[in-house]
């Protein structure tokens, strides 16, 4: 049977379901009016939360994953146990593509990602079985190295 | 046995391979000097290609799929057959989680996306089995919608 | 008296005013509904259009400059007169910080950028004038510099 | 003569000078080698800071600016009395146009923008000289009075 908590504690899931679903309360999302809001678990113990973040170019948005992601990383955070992400819809959402490949830089691939509903209830899969195959820093040699290849 | 050509034949098969590693020499990529090019086949038999155009600003550019699928969509093509990307690298190289968003706006999940490593080997999956539980254009109400889902 | 041609015979005006309202309906815009359409005259004489297309995860979307000019980078093309975006508002909109910024990596600061409003009346300023004091390809120094840099 | 603190004080100015340039430790750059640092003064006078944050799949990284203000939003921040930016070069880097952007959202158009290079020397700009005639929240009717007008 499979391990629908990941290693965390009844306390921690419970934390995290939280914690995500208050976070829907820091998106700007005056254009979708699709709430998302994101909760962290760093490997210290410690807690990051964020929300999506629109702006009238659309593509300039950023999507509450990255923004939680970005605070962790900007402050020194490294190695996550969990990633938890709320909206207002049910089923619940998943991350999109791209923030899927911004956590995929810093995540293991068994890091797992919980998805809540609007009724707290979720779903969970880990990073790699949301992005397989995935194109990481490992896949893309320096510049010099790719220098010479491109010319082969 | 799985069908590795998933219904194209052997000549559609050969063109995107060869479309694939041609549009390479489209690419931009004076930063990374990671070339990558893509090829689309479209279900009116169009072949569509393109290459990576990077940035200064590395978040600004374009990735090879990306630029390939918007000159399609752009061009009033819509239903794909099958989506190739190459790269200089082996082995190959699969989309970044951003296009695999970009793309699963416009394409079945069932599309096969083949990769080629710089030798013209390649391995293929299905877009659904790069995007699982993806978020797509139903995932999302309408504003007017999640207004009102987000004040309850 | 300022130039408001900036160099375009009237034929070319006539006709970079009627491609960028025509690209307008090769826009797919389900989210905004806002249409954007973008025309390009290259050096060499030709035409390049696009439209803005849209993403159910809004960052993941890409502007109708972008697209216009990413196909015309992945078609060869280098060195660009003028590009027109028209939009269905009054006044006319401009592009959007990222596609000042994907421009820059292409056109000369002098190329003329025509903003068409809903009647087809027009602004005009020069890609210099709507990105003073760019950060472009020559603010970049390569990586192997950079890092002796930022140990200094 | 122009003023070239914009109403800072001669303490506050440092400390934006100091902030900025500290956040360049924080800098996740492998790729570009190139670090940023970025330090915001809040109406309320608390400080926030950011580095960029890249991604093995360049367009998907986070600048500097944007990493420090998605941090201020999502911590509920609103009205900014500066921003400054600081690189490892000389003359000082410039926010890209998709950070312009991104700030333009939620800050006043004479905002200023200081841009520190390596010796500490800056120049400073506001956000309306940096992004002139900028497309914002006001440039955007809501996609219910969009669809109407494209049918026009």
Same mark, same amino acid.
């Given at each position: 049977m499979a391990d629908l908590t990941h290693g965390l504690s009844t306390a921690e899931l419970t934390e995290l379901t939280n914690r995500s679903i208050a976070a829907k309360e820091t998106a700007y999302c005056p254009y979708s009016k699709f709430r998302v809001g994101c909760?962290? @678990?760093?490997? /210290?113990? =410690?807690? %990051? +939360?964020?929300?999506?973040v629109e702006n009238a170019s659309y593509p *300039?948005? %950023?999507? &509450?994953?990255? +923004? &939680? @992601? *970005?605070?962790?990383i900007s402050? #020194?955070?490294?190695?996550f146990r969990a990633l938890g992400v709320a909206t207002d819809v049910k089923p619940p959402s998943s991350p999109c593509g791209m923030c899927r490949q911004f956590i995929r830089e810093f995540a293991d691939l068994n890091m797992p990602?919980?998805?809540? /509903? %609007?009724?707290?209830?979720?779903? *969970?899969? =880990? @990073? #790699?079985q949301l992005l397989p195959m995935s194109?990481?820093?490992?896949s893309l040699p320096p510049p010099s190295e790719m220098a010479k290849l491109s010319k082969e």
């Open positions: 909760a962290i @678990l760093c490997n /210290d113990g =410690t807690w %990051i +939360t964020g929300g999506n *300039v948005g %950023i999507c &509450a994953e990255r +923004t &939680a @992601l *970005v605070k962790a402050e #020194g955070k490294r190695g990602i919980f998805m809540y /509903d %609007i009724d707290g209830g979720y779903e *969970v899969m =880990t @990073l #790699g194109f990481g820093p490992d």
